[in-house]
Structures are given as C-alpha cells and as structure tokens.
C-alpha cells in the first residue's frame, strides 16, 4: 500500500482490528468503523476497499460533518438542474462517483433523519434518486461508514434510524485508542521520525532519548495516532543536532507564557503541564539551596550550587520551563543551555542534592 496508507503497530488489540478488516474485505455487505479522532478510521476503509474485488474501481470518501444539512443529500445522490437556487446545472452524486466502487462515509452520526431514510434505501436496493428528478437510478456501491458516536444509543433516543444501523452493522470494527495499544507508541515514534529526518535530509537517524521515550509513552494520546505524528514530526523538525539523541518534546505547540487574554486570575495560573496535569495556582514556597561542601573546588562549588538554583526553580514552577526561567532572569534559550549542561530534562527530575 502507499506510503501514507500503511498500518504501523503490533499490539494485540490494533492487529486484531486490522485483521478483522483484511477480513471483511472480499465481501460485498456494508462496514461500520468505530473510534476516537485519529485512530485511522479512513485508513480502515482504504484497506477494506483496496484488499476487496473492487480495488480497480472508485474509493470515494465523503465527511459528512463538512457540509450543512440542506446540502448533504444534494452531496450524496446528486441533483438535477434546477431542483434549488443554485443548481445551475445537472449534477452526480457521491453515489454515483462510486458505482461498482466503495463509498466511505465519515461521521456519519451527522447525518439527518431525511438523509438517512434516503442512504438507507440506497443500501437495502442499490437505487438512489437525484433531487428534483422524476426517477431513480441503480448503483452498485459498498459503503463503509465511520464514526466515534455512539449510535445504539442514538438510536435508542430516536436520532439515528434503528433499521439504518441494523443495516450498516454486519460488521463493526472497533479500533483502539493508541493508549491501549500497548507497545506501540516506540514504533509509531521511531517510523514517523525517521520519515522526517530524512524529508530533513539527516544523514542519520539519531532517535529519542530513553527520557524523552518514557515522556512520549506516558502521554495520553488524546488525538491518537494523528496526534503522536505531530508531536514526533514537530520533535524532529526542531532539534538541531542530528547526531545527537532527540531530547526535547513539545505537546502543546499553542502555549503561550506571554497571553495576556483572560481574568487577571487566569493570567496569573500557571498552564498545565503537557501530561495533562494542573500545577498549583501558585509556585511552590522556594527551598533553600544548600551550599557545596567544604573543601570542594572553586568550579565544582559553582557548578553545584548553579545546578541547584535550576533545580528548585523548576521545582517551584512545575517545570514549566519558560517561568523557571523567568524567576531566575535567564531566557528561555539559556535555561534550556544550561538544562543540557547539568543533563536535566521533563523526564528525568533528580531531588536538589
């Protein structure tokens, strides 16, 4: 498969997924994808359709949530001239693109109950209608359908049509959220970033520090995969050593310490950390720097208690580092010179010695 269409991971629950689709595959009823954002549900629907008898023919995908309600079934079936203001001319729908192909159809919990009733005759009897036409034509489409709603219980509140799911449901695929896909955020990390070292043109691929791993691991994945790919990519594109280990992740490329939008007590909070942990409102009380022992040299006194002064202030600051630096009158480039000086990191917090 291309290139941006290939299945990275070997947790039990994500090849058990895949599986199930390669199986689905070569039969012709309809699929249902179930998961959160960014766990590869149209990646689910390209394999269904490139591993199925209809690989030569159309895959046309199709958001249902990117268009209002009055244009959906104009979208999906098509229209002819002058069935409403606009329709200057006679136009197909995604259904008929798709004939003899697959039609994808992501989020589809948007869809409206007119726009159900209609996709469910189209389903059941393969026979869509252009609005404003006087008869119905035939396709032949496979439709997958996708969404992270949970329909049984629209349903049960009467806002999704119960035969429409019955149809839709002959196979439902369940993908796991990259948090239970145990193992797979190093793969995942290292094959996105040896791709964007060498769209950098590295002449190596220095990977990740094991701190920098155990942040990665450790992280939620709220975004799953789509997310991860992001942070790694972004990882890579900033580090400007490409012989050394990556060391540096940044989860929430929008945090700004300078925002000054907001209550003055929102200003004063301090942001969450990136593993979705509030700080305090306030910086801890600062702890007194002992002093190096008696008898040590000029320069190890020095460098000890500098070690020291960085350790309390970004224990006092949560180790947002941008504050810590702040606190101390340092930039945050200095700080963060003077972090790799004494190899100090997010995933590594030693105790002030």
Not at 253 to 270: I, K, L, T
Not at 302 to 309: D, H, I, K, Q
């Amino acid at each position: 498969m291309e290139r941006d269409v290939q299945f990275i991971g070997q947790s039990t629950a994500f090849l058990d997924a895949v599986e199930r689709a390669s199986r689905a595959a070569s039969v012709r009823r309809p699929v249902l994808v179930i998961g959160e954002r960014g766990t590869g549900k149209e990646l689910i629907a390209q394999r269904l359709h490139h591993l199925s008898p209809r690989w030569g023919e159309p895959l046309i995908t199709m958001n249902c949530a990117a268009l209002p309600e009055t244009l959906i079934e104009a979208e999906l079936f098509g229209h002819e001239a002058g069935a409403f203001t606009g329709a200057v001319r006679a136009r197909a729908g995604r259904f008929e693109e798709a004939d003899r192909g697959t039609l994808f159809l992501d989020e589809l919990g948007t869809l409206s109950m007119a726009a159900q009733e209609r996709l469910l005759r189209a389903i059941e009897y393969g026979e869509i209608a252009r609005i404003g036409a006087s008869r119905p034509v035939q396709v032949d489409v496979r439709v997958v359908a996708a969404t992270n709603a949970d329909l049984p219980l629209m349903a049960d509140e009467g806002r999704f049509r119960a035969d429409l799911l019955d149809r839709l449901s002959f196979e439902v695929i369940n993908l796991p959220p990259l948090r239970a896909r145990e193992g797979d955020v190093y793969e995942l990390a290292d094959y996105y970033g040896r791709r964007m070292a060498t769209e950098l043109e590295w002449d190596t691929w220095p990977g990740f520090t094991g701190e920098a791993m155990a942040v990665l691991e450790a992280h939620d994945w709220p975004g799953n995969v789509r997310e991860l790919r992001n942070v790694v990519e972004r990882a890579v594109y900033r580090w400007a050593n490409e012989h050394a280990p990556i060391a540096e992740i940044v989860f929430d490329p929008f945090e700004n310490p300078w925002r000054q939008d907001g209550p003055a007590d929102a200003r004063s909070e301090v942001p969450p950390r990136p593993d979705g942990v509030r700080a305090d409102p306030m910086p801890q009380q600062s702890k007194p720097v002992p002093l190096p022992e008696a008898g040590a040299g000029l320069r190890a006194s020095v460098e000890a208690y500098e070690r020291g002064l960085l350790v309390d202030a970004l224990d006092r600051h949560r180790w947002n580092q941008r504050r810590a630096a702040a606190a101390i009158g340092l930039s945050y480039d200095q700080l963060r010179h003077c972090m790799k000086k004494h190899r100090l990191s997010e995933g590594h917090k030693p105790s002030v010695p």
